[in-house]
């Protein structure tokens, strides 16, 4: 099983452009994350969806929108980079919101210059 | 905000040595979650213990959870170098939210 996956693994993006990260789960888990990795600080949550159809904002949502396509499928779109962007994504799955493990894909680097 | 905070933020120890972190949270939390991620790979998960619970244990991997100080501690028996990486804690917090909130980690190098 490829577990999560993520895509583009790295991307460069020029301030104003826009972009979609795109995150695939094939664990039937009802509950999928976004979250951003920053040096020197945690992951801080950006949106999630607690089961198909439905989303929420996290500590970060400010600069990105978020779409459940289907139970598999969770994207995260920017609309308007900016160079505070530049991060690591992440993109997790779960069973169940809150109750327990989360699954992890392998991370998209994206650089705004 | 950070939810979690995590102390040390950097240790070093000698391979065979035991290794502890601790995390200090701020509100009331449904469980918490340790896990490790190796540099520049996702988060693998470790461990979760349930607001009831005070201790668990999984191979060398020891957690403590105090909730009237809250604080828990992860303890890493025996250490090994494939020990070294960062770890995080997690916590769901006890309201309607359900969000999963990291702290910002502890980077253990493990010298061979």
């Known amino acids: 099983n490829a577990g999560v996956t993520q895509t583009p693994k790295f991307q460069v993006l020029k301030t104003g452009q826009s972009m979609t990260l795109q995150c695939a789960q094939d664990?039937?888990?009802?509950?999928m994350y976004w979250y951003r990795q920053d040096p020197g600080m945690g992951l801080r949550l950006i949106y999630y969806?607690?089961?198909?159809?439905?989303?929420d904002k996290g500590e970060v949502p400010n600069g990105y929108n978020v779409s459940r396509l289907n139970k598999r499928e969770f994207s995260l779109r920017l609309e308007s980079a900016a160079p505070s962007q530049t991060s690591v994504y992440f993109c997790?799955?779960?069973?169940?919101?809150?109750?327990?493990?989360?699954?992890f894909g392998e991370g998209s680097r994206l650089t705004v210059l | 905000s950070q939810q979690g905070e995590e102390d040390p933020q950097a240790l070093s120890i000698q391979e065979g040595e035991n290794a502890t972190m601790n995390c200090s949270y701020k509100t009331s939390i449904n469980n918490l979650q340790w896990y490790r991620q190796n540099s520049g790979r996702g988060l693998v998960h470790l461990i979760l213990?349930?607001?009831?619970?005070r201790e668990k244990h999984s191979g060398r991997l020891r957690v403590t959870l105090d909730t009237s100080k809250k604080s828990s501690s992860l303890l890493i028996t025996a250490s090994r170098a494939a020990d070294t990486a960062s770890y995080f804690c997690a916590t769901v917090r006890g309201d309607s939210s359900y969000k999963l909130i990291f702290g910002s980690g502890t980077r253990l190098l493990v010298r061979p």
């Open positions: 213990i349930r607001s009831n619970e």
């Open positions: 664990m039937n888990h009802n509950s």
């Open positions: 969806s607690a089961s198909e159809g439905t989303t």
């Open positions: 997790a799955s779960s069973e169940r919101v809150g109750t327990g493990e989360l699954f």
